[in-house]
């Protein structure tokens, strides 16, 4: 899970669980895989993938660093966090605060349009399940 309120440090503190995290994934983990594993490190060879949750922090981080992800996947991802902060109240609420607070920061389709004019944006992908398919916002 993935630290919100921009994702700043001294905000991910109050939740030990997601401390960093946005760190990791992003910037340690693929420099990991490409060390432990041998594999290019070229952004057009850097992919990252999620179910569910772990879909839209997917989305976010190759949005957020599309330097460095050549695509993105999100399985059954909530893609519209905002539109969905009233449904899923018991996950945004420890993230965004009891106002659940979205900044754009947070927002796919806000980071999305600010990479719409840049020649690096990565390349999306998103499908979902058929558990799934009576829901609007994935």
Not at 70 to 81: E, K, T
């Amino acid at each position: 899970h993935l630290c919100g309120k921009g994702n700043l440090d001294e905000e991910c503190e109050k939740y030990s669980y997601s401390y960093k995290q946005l760190e990791f994934i992003s910037e340690e983990l693929p420099d990991l895989i490409c060390e432990f594993f041998n594999v290019s490190d070229k952004r057009e060879d850097t992919y990252i993938a999620g179910l569910s949750m772990g879909g839209y922090g997917a989305l976010k981080i190759a949005l957020k660093n599309p330097q460095r992800f050549g695509a993105a996947a999100g399985l059954s991802s909530v893609a519209d966090i905002v539109g969905t902060a009233d449904m899923f109240k018991d996950v945004h609420i420890p993230i965004f605060g009891e106002d659940i607070i979205i900044p754009d920061s947070e927002n796919l389709f806000e980071l999305a349009k600010i990479q719409n004019e840049n020649p690096l944006k990565p390349r999306i992908y998103m499908e979902k399940g058929k558990r799934h398919e009576n829901l609007d916002c994935i």
